[in-house]
């Protein structure tokens, strides 16, 4: 069974560095990796995600996450915090090319930016 | 207007009680999900369906069960809830794409299980 690994349930980070959110995902087979962002009060949405040869993904609001299969790894980084980027960051996994596979999502990393 | 919505969005209700949730989309997806999220333990699949004829459990599906009545529409019950139930309810609809499918949420339905 596929699992997702979200390193640290909360980082904290000062408005303008760095963001390094960790995901390693256990497979035999490289899967589609996916990343979502829930803020405050609403539902989660789609950051990005890895589904093809392309290992370094750019998503929305200035996020990208590589894909490193030596290191079962998809991290998310963003070279710049804004205050706005508080919010609750999801990793999830399904199984590449099975058009019947389910999402798992990591346990979820809180994002805590200070001014 | 929100292309996917749940109602309600806060629910108080006393152990024992039925109760249902509910969820339409207008995004025309064949596929939707309920997923139950609680604090430091991510969001788990409860049921999904890939089509109207199609009902699948998920991880935790006991104590749930689930209706499809239309394409648009899929709705979560809890037969006798119980506290542990407490917890924030989403709903979410996809499009087949091979697995590479981005799932879209609704806002949610807070459940209080007193």
């Known amino acids: 069974a596929q699992s997702v690994t979200q390193l640290g349930s909360h980082v904290s980070v000062s408005e303008g560095a760095l963001v390094l959110l960790r995901c390693n995902y256990s497979s035999s087979v490289p899967p589609y990796l996916f990343w979502y962002v829930q803020y405050p009060n609403q539902g989660l949405q789609l950051l990005l995600k890895y589904t093809s040869a392309a290992t370094l993904v750019k998503g929305i609001n200035g996020f990208e996450a590589e894909f490193k299969k030596s290191e079962t790894s998809f991290h998310l980084t963003k070279p710049s915090a804004h205050m706005s980027d508080a919010a609750e960051y999801f990793c999830a996994v399904t199984e590449r090319d099975s058009g019947y596979s389910t999402l798992t999502f990591g346990k979820g990393t809180m994002l805590l930016v200070s001014p | 207007d929100a292309d996917v919505t749940q109602t309600p969005r806060n629910r108080i209700t006393k152990t024992g009680k039925r109760i249902m949730l509910e969820c339409s989309q207008t995004?025309?997806?064949?596929?939707m999900y309920w997923y139950r999220q609680d604090p430091g333990l991510g969001l788990r699949l409860i049921y999904y369906?890939?089509?109207?004829?199609?009902?699948n459990k998920g991880e935790i599906s006991d104590g749930y069960s689930v209706s499809r009545q239309a394409q648009a529409k899929f709705s979560l019950s809890l037969e006798s809830a119980i506290p542990n139930q407490t917890a924030l309810y989403f709903c979410?609809?996809?499009?087949?794409?091979?697995?590479?499918?981005?799932?879209?949420f609704g806002p949610g339905t807070r459940l209080l299980v007193l």
């Open positions: 369906s890939f089509d109207v004829k199609d009902i």
């Open positions: 979410a609809t996809s499009e087949p794409t091979s697995g590479q499918e981005t799932q879209y």
């Open positions: 995004k025309g997806h064949d596929r």
